[in-house]
């Protein structure tokens, strides 16, 4: 199983990214989708995360700013990312916990993360 990030780059304040996180593999059922951000020097931290059935979950620090979406017939995860300040510098990892084809649990697997920055 694979997941491979994009969308991550340079932007100024206030500007918009769209990042996005495809699974891939012998997959079965993906649960929770979501994406983490770890600042240099900072814990890695929720920023948002979605159920099977849409229902999310988010940072209050990201609420009103970013939104995150799913294409399950895709087994993508989107991140929409607006009014970007500073304190969003991050590298932004996505996150899915899914069920292996021919297995009876649920993992978590992790993207390689993709770098924001947010910079005039």
């Known amino acids: 199983v694979q997941l491979v990030e994009s969308g991550g780059g340079l932007v100024q304040p206030g500007g918009s990214l769209r990042l996005s996180c495809a699974a891939s593999?012998?997959?079965?059922?993906?649960?929770?989708m979501g994406w983490y951000r770890q600042a240099p020097g900072k814990q890695r931290e929720l920023v948002a995360r979605?159920?099977?059935?849409?229902?999310?979950d988010s940072a209050d620090s990201v609420k009103g700013r970013f939104t995150i979406s799913r294409d399950n017939a895709k087994n993508t995860v989107y991140l929409q990312m607006n009014s970007l300040n500073s304190e969003d510098t991050a590298t932004y990892y996505c996150?899915?916990?899914?069920?292996?084809?021919?297995?009876?649990?649920?993992?978590?697997?992790w993207g390689q993360g993709t770098q924001v920055t947010v910079s005039s």
């Open positions: 996150n899915a916990n899914l069920r292996k084809t021919g297995s009876s649990w649920y993992t978590d697997y």
């Open positions: 593999g012998r997959i079965f059922r993906i649960n929770t």
């Open positions: 979605i159920g099977s059935g849409g229902l999310t």
